[in-house]
């Protein structure tokens, strides 16, 4: 069942990636019964649909979904997860599976998203350039992190075309602003949230996840659509899904118009 | 009356078999992780790149540095207020115990979410800290204030304990002898207390070292200022499982010398003493 890969303990950090794996052995017993999607944390309250949404049309069936960053979904899958569908944020870790042999067939983008700059209401960034300006208290994700990279991206974008003003420095100036690099998204988003940090960079989808939670005293900054990144959520059913069939008609039916509607109410866009 | 031929003799002790038993599979279970942590870390081409890295380093540089500095508080102030819950029957130091006993029993996270409403920059009192410019979260502070958190039920448990054990009469009988309090206190209660005190200081040093979620949660994870070895090692495991094999091997290393080197301190100094 688990290889000997996946025996690593180290310490407190195993309990994040052991428990959803033994969940997942234990829970998915290919019964026919039972589905396990891994998905990036941004996907959240639109897989939650989704998945109702397939477990209406499917009667018996039952969909389990784990979010959290997608390169930890992608390390407890390579430590020996079981899981039927995984959607992730970016191509990089969906690549790094497909070259590992995890993934059954090819990976199909079924949304895209673009970022924004999240800030703390009445605080000290109502501009893009006020994430450079010295003192402010900026949280970005690891780069390890899709949220974290594409950021990367953006900031970058912004600091080479002159158009935008903000002259080469901007990305180095922003990065010296940095007080923490959360492991996803949702974290980041709670700390602007919370008011421990001035502003983070976000997807555009929690701007209707703040709208839909009634967060009240955050001001999003669009950022410049030339500038901005298009960030393309590829899924696949892995190799060593327990339900392979069950696997394949969920993705179908993500990709469907039933599934594109309900990821479109969340703010993706559809490929 | 134990038979003489060892198979009755073991037959005739059924502690020693399950005790024996017991003590096999308990090696087994924690000893097989640590060594094939420690052969897969072996294996690796570019091991001794990865421990000497700036990012190790400073990893490794900032837990020590905290966790000392936890620890010394932890000790300056928590060796008189176990000393005080020892001696003490009344009420309060009940309540005492309790809210001693209480990180224990919380989960790192949840004190991490705790401390930031109450130093947050909206927190209880955080506000007004932030008022007069003083900023806690997502500073090395906070790292230290999250170590102190977790790890002080561990020394201050252990020190009460201690001082419980060494009881009045000798303070009593060295007042009656003319000796100050604080003579007493330091030259009898002390050394006596001294062995259960450095069990507890070791217990929570290694607590303090492997703290992650009150870290991640209250001080966050930046390189240099708030990354400690625990929170470098989930950093690199999120990009490659041999980074993170090598930062645990060095804070494995670490804290096993570190409490060697305090068992070593407590058997060389009080050996003798009874």
Do not use: H
């Not at chain 1, 402010?136 to 974008?157: C, R, T, W």
């Not at chain 1, 009634?214 to 899924?235: C, E, H, K, Q, W």
């Not at chain 2, 000392?68 to 207020?81: D, E």
């Amino acid at each position: 069942m688990l290889d000997s890969t996946s025996r690593f303990l180290l310490s407190r950090q195993a309990k994040i990636f052991l428990l959803p794996m033994f969940l997942s052995i234990v829970v998915c017993g290919g019964d026919g019964n039972s589905l396990r999607v891994f998905a990036a944390s941004s996907l959240t309250g639109a897989f939650n649909e989704i998945a109702q949404a397939f477990e209406a049309e499917n009667p018996g069936v039952k969909v389990y979904l784990d979010f959290g960053g997608s390169q930890r979904m992608r390390s407890q899958l390579e430590f020996g997860a079981r899981a039927d569908v995984f959607a992730s944020a970016d191509a990089i870790q969906m690549d790094a599976l497909v070259e590992q042999g995890f993934v059954a067939g090819f990976p199909v983008d079924f949304a895209l998203n673009a970022l924004v700059v999240l800030a703390m209401g009445n605080g000290p960034v109502n501009e893009i350039a006020d994430l450079a300006r010295p003192g402010v208290k900026v949280v970005l994700a690891n780069d390890a992190v899709p949220v974290g990279s594409y950021s990367g991206q953006v900031l970058e974008n912004l600091s080479q075309d002159p158009i935008y003003g903000l002259g080469s420095r901007f990305k180095d100036d922003v990065l010296a602003n940095r007080v923490s690099e959360e492991p996803n998204v949702d974290n980041l988003f709670q700390k602007v949230v919370l008011g421990e940090a001035d502003a983070g960079i976000v997807y555009e989808t929690d701007t209707v996840k703040a709208l839909d939670a009634g967060t009240m005293n955050i001001l999003f900054i669009p950022i410049p659509d030339a500038a901005n990144v298009s960030a393309r959520y590829p899924i696949a059913v892995l190799e060593e899904a327990p339900e392979p069939e069950l696997a394949q008609q969920f993705v179908q039916f993500v990709l469907s118009d039933i599934g594109q509607t309900l990821l479109n109410r969340y703010g993706f866009s559809s490929p | 009356m134990a038979a003489l031929n060892p198979v009755s003799r073991i037959r005739n002790q059924p502690a020693g078999i399950l005790g024996g038993g017991g003590a096999v599979l308990y090696v087994l279970f924690i000893g097989l992780p640590v060594l094939a942590l420690l052969v897969r870390a072996a294996q690796q081409s570019d091991f001794l790149d990865a421990v000497t890295s700036d990012a190790a380093l400073t990893a490794l540089r900032l837990s020590l540095i905290t966790s000392v500095i936890s620890m010394a508080v932890v000790v300056l102030l928590g060796t008189p207020f176990a000393y005080l819950l020892a001696r003490s029957d009344r009420l309060w130091a009940r309540l005492m115990d309790s809210l001693v006993e209480l990180p224990l029993v919380l989960p790192p996270v949840v004190a991490g979410v705790a401390m930031l409403m109450a130093f947050g920059r909206n927190g209880l009192i955080g506000s007004e800290l932030e008022s007069i410019g003083l900023t806690i979260p997502f500073t090395t502070t906070a790292v230290v204030f999250a170590q102190i958190f977790v790890a002080s039920p561990f020394f201050i448990r252990s020190a009460k304990l201690g001082f419980q054990s060494v009881g009045k009469d000798y303070e009593d009988i060295a007042q009656t002898l003319g000796v100050s309090p604080w003579r007493t206190f330091f030259r009898i209660t002390l050394p006596l207390a001294a062995p259960a005190m450095f069990t507890g200081l070791g217990l929570a040093w290694a607590r303090a070292l492997s703290e992650f979620g009150a870290t991640m949660m209250f001080a966050g994870n930046l390189t240099g200022e708030t990354q400690t070895m625990p929170l470098a090692i989930m950093s690199a495991m999120e990009k490659s499982l041999d980074g993170a094999l090598a930062l645990s091997v060095m804070l494995l290393a670490g804290s096993i010398m570190g409490l060697v080197l305090l068992g070593l301190l407590t058997r060389r100094r009080w050996q003798g003493r009874s």
